[in-house]
């Protein structure tokens, strides 16, 4: 089985979505770890919420430091935001790295209404990105 770990800074959106969706996904062939060059403490709710929507479970997930994994070694590290992109500490094990940018939907603004179409657009994104990257 390979491994991917999807690193952001704050661990509580972008990188806790793609874990979901890539263990989802490629549940046969890959498991999936994020973490963050920063954790937050927390996985942020309305990243829960979307994620719900199709049907994967982030209620007891956690905002875990890249250092928790700095000894594995992993087949693919993927960065989904320019500053861990940045920040990443080189993975010897690593076979590839990539970066896959997405917009933080944390930094959507108004009611969460509003918030939850950023955050089902970026959870989408990543989504299609993944998928593409499978096939």
């Keep these: 089985m390979k ?3 999807i690193l952001c800074t ?3 959106c972008r990188s806790q979505m793609a874990e979901g969706l890539f263990r989802e996904l490629g549940k046969r062939e890959w498991q999936a770890f994020s ?3 920063k954790p937050s403490g927390y996985v942020h709710p ?3 919420h979307a994620m719900q929507e199709r049907g994967i479970d982030m209620q007891n997930g956690r905002s875990k430091s890249v250092n928790e994994f700095a000894s594995q070694e992993f087949d693919l590290v993927v960065t989904v935001c ?3 992109n940045e920040a990443c500490p080189v993975f010897p094990g690593a076979k590839d790295r990539q970066h896959w940018p997405f917009d933080d939907p944390a930094d959507a603004e108004g009611f969460d209404e509003n918030k939850m179409l950023v955050f089902r657009q970026v959870r989408d994104q990543i989504e299609k990105r993944i998928g593409e ?3």
């Design 3 to 5: 491994k991917v770990l």
């Design 46 to 48: 309305l990243a829960v």
């Design 35 to 37: 973490a963050g060059s």
């Design 82 to 84: 320019d500053h861990a």
């Design 133 to 135: 990257f499978l096939s």
């Design 10 to 12: 704050g661990n509580s």
